[in-house]
């Protein structure tokens, strides 16, 4: 049983995501709870969260903000309909000029409990290409360690379709990963995954606690947001407990239309809690949170029963390949039924695994030319979904 549908236990939250077991937090504060829909910032809210921020840095816990708002607070400014999002150029527009409010609205709060602000902006191609990811790793480290609170949002004013996150609970998951965090907290306008959508079904079941993330965990997902104003629903945030949970974070996903959001579930832990298995070493997880890939090798049941005890993905148990890739570019590896089961960098071309897929290792060489690498993917450069 994956999914605990009982009443969460007294203090869960409290127990997972505390200063005491938590020593490295991300917080995700979306565009429904920080902007009004008259466009303007709910400041007195945002009070609220940062006091109960304060009180955590206060008792030892280290704190990163991933926050959404600045297109809908530029939009207001600008004048701009349907919240600045008409097109790709009134988001970058409305993105550039509601950062600055952004930023100034967490740097005075923040600065109000005599902590410092510091701003990140990044794109999905900062957190995807591997020395820009460890740049920003280091980053958050340093600034963490300097008793900096850093608020990081995605860089909208230059991001395009292709190379955008589109919404903050994946990027906050990623961004765990990079700060080496012990937990997320998203921060949303509904308070959990329930088993059916509680805005359309009165009889819901909120579930509190969830050890693995299953064909049935994903069906309880709803794609739409019930805002209109922020950009991910429900299956953004159960795909950011995915790459959070693969990185050893646990997250939550809990109610901010509350003032002290923050206290309130630390006190109650009411949400529901995705619970990650344990550490992850950093290369590994930054492999499987990866969001964009260049191809794909299919295995057989074989192969895949290997891999799943720790092996490398050897040519004889590939079947298939897609994609145009080249050696080093990030792959998926999908098994028989056509699930992604890793996610690794390739040691051959595609043109190349094509020529070798299914034959035996001492093939490799006369069907190359040259002498062969161990592996196509490597266990060592290979994450298991």
Not at 20 to 43: F, T, W
Not at 87 to 93: K, M, N, P, R
Not at 191 to 204: R, V, W
Not at 346 to 361: C, H, P
Request: net charge neutral.
């Amino acid at each position: 049983m994956v999914a605990d549908l009982t009443s969460s236990p007294p203090n869960a939250g409290e127990d997972r995501f505390s200063p005491q077991n938590c020593p490295r937090l991300v917080v995700k504060v979306g565009s429904a709870l920080l902007v009004a829909p008259d466009g303007q910032a709910r400041r007195y809210w945002l009070a609220s969260l940062v006091a109960d921020i304060a009180e955590r840095v206060a008792a030892g816990q280290q704190i990163v903000i991933v926050s959404s708002g600045a297109i809908a607070l530029g939009a207001r400014r600008l004048g701009l309909a349907k919240g600045g999002r008409a097109s790709l150029e009134d988001a970058q527009a409305a993105a550039a000029t509601g950062q600055i409010a952004l930023s100034s609205i967490w740097a005075e709060l923040l600065a109000s409990h005599g902590l410092t602000a510091a701003q990140l902006l990044v794109t999905l191609d900062d957190l995807e290409d591997r020395r820009r990811y460890l740049n920003v790793s280091a980053t958050l480290g340093r600034l963490l360690t300097l008793g900096v609170v850093p608020v990081v949002n995605e860089n909208d004013s230059v991001a395009t379709e292709e190379i955008r996150f589109g919404d903050n609970d994946r990027l906050a998951a990623r961004v765990g990963a990079a700060a080496r965090a012990n937990g997320v907290v998203l921060l949303s306008d509904i308070d959990g995954l329930y088993d059916s959508n509680p805005h359309s079904n009165p009889d819901a079941k909120l579930i509190p606690h969830v050890s693995q993330i299953d064909a049935a965990i994903m069906g309880m997902a709803d794609a739409k947001s019930s805002s209109g104003m922020g950009s991910g629903g429900m299956v953004s945030k159960v795909e950011a407990a995915r790459i959070a949970t693969a990185a050893g974070a646990n997250l939550a996903i809990a109610s901010g239309r509350i003032d002290h959001p923050l206290a309130r579930f630390g006190a109650t832990g009411h949400g529901t809690v995705f619970a990650t298995a344990g550490n992850a070493p950093a290369r590994k997880a930054w492999l499987s949170g990866g969001l964009t890939d260049r191809g794909a090798i299919r295995i057989d049941v074989g192969a895949a029963k290997a891999l799943a005890t720790g092996r490398s993905l050897l040519a004889a148990g590939a079947i298939g390949v897609e994609g145009e890739f080249v050696r080093g570019d990030l792959i998926r590896i999908v098994d028989a039924g056509g699930r992604t089961m890793a996610r690794g960098l390739v040691e051959y071309d595609a043109s190349e695994v094509a020529r070798i897929v299914g034959r035996r290792s001492d093939e490799l060489a006369n069907l190359l030319g040259y002498a062969p690498r161990s592996a196509l993917v490597h266990r060592n450069h290979m994450a298991l979904l």
